[in-house]
């Protein structure tokens, strides 16, 4: 690996966020076309390596180092901040599928234990709250799109996290297939 791979890979290992290519060329001192190149090469690598990291190009040219999302029930309890927990999740993806969405209008729909998740969400910041009359708006954040790997244009993060849903379900479906025909 040449210095420009690896000052741009430690760029993104340190940062625990997505960082533009305009940062990460100003870091290396490279144009951003060369810097893309870098970047493509890098993610190339990661791929070819089939590890636990992967590194994901996002909209607006931001690039973010993170944990493949396979991995992430296996290793999710060490996860500093620890991870949401399978009932927040759900109101999270509820929230996602179909915002902007009334706090009111989710509560009577998922029950008066969605205050508590609305809560953590808040304050890891993947969703907003704003007031809206009686109520709050509530809708998915940048660092919510970020952080799952989404557009964070509404409709197409709606998409992906359908076509994610389903991926999830599928392999859920043949693991467990697959289980029942070795305990046979």
């Known amino acids: 690996m040449d210095e420009d791979m690896i000052t741009v ?6 940062s625990g966020r997505a960082l533009t290519l305009e940062e990460l060329a100003d870091m290396i001192g490279k144009s951003q076309s060369t810097t893309q190149k870098v970047l493509d090469n890098l993610s190339f690598e ?7 990291l992967e590194v994901v190009a996002l909209p607006k040219d ?4 993170q944990l493949k999302p396979e991995l992430t029930p296996r290793v999710g309890k060490l996860i500093p ?14 929230i996602a599928l179909k915002q902007p969405i009334l706090q009111s209008e989710l509560v009577a729909l998922r029950g008066t ?3 508590d998740h609305i809560k953590d969400l808040v304050d890891k910041k993947f969703i907003e709250a704003a ?7 509530l809708t998915t ?4 799109a970020d952080y799952f790997g989404l557009d964070s244009d509404k409709v197409k993060l709606k998409a992906q996290l359908k076509f994610k849903m ?9 693991m467990s297939e697959s289980a029942g025909i070795t305990n046979i």
């Not at 990661?46 to 636990?52: C, F, H, L, P, Q």
């Not at 931001?62 to 180092?65: D, K, L």
């Not at 991870?83 to 759900?90: K, M």
């Not at 389903?166 to 043949?174: A, P, S």
């Open 9 to 14: 890979e430690a760029a993104l290992y340190v």
């Open 46 to 52: 990661y791929s070819k390596r089939e590890g636990a």
């Open 62 to 65: 931001r690039y973010v180092m």
């Open 81 to 94: 901040g620890g991870l949401l927990s399978f009932a927040t999740l759900q109101t999270l993806v509820f």
């Open 113 to 115: 234990h969605s205050y």
């Open 131 to 137: 007031p809206e009359g009686r109520s709050k708006l």
């Open 141 to 144: 954040t940048q660092l919510f």
């Open 166 to 174: 389903k991926k999830i379900l599928e392999d859920q479906g043949e």
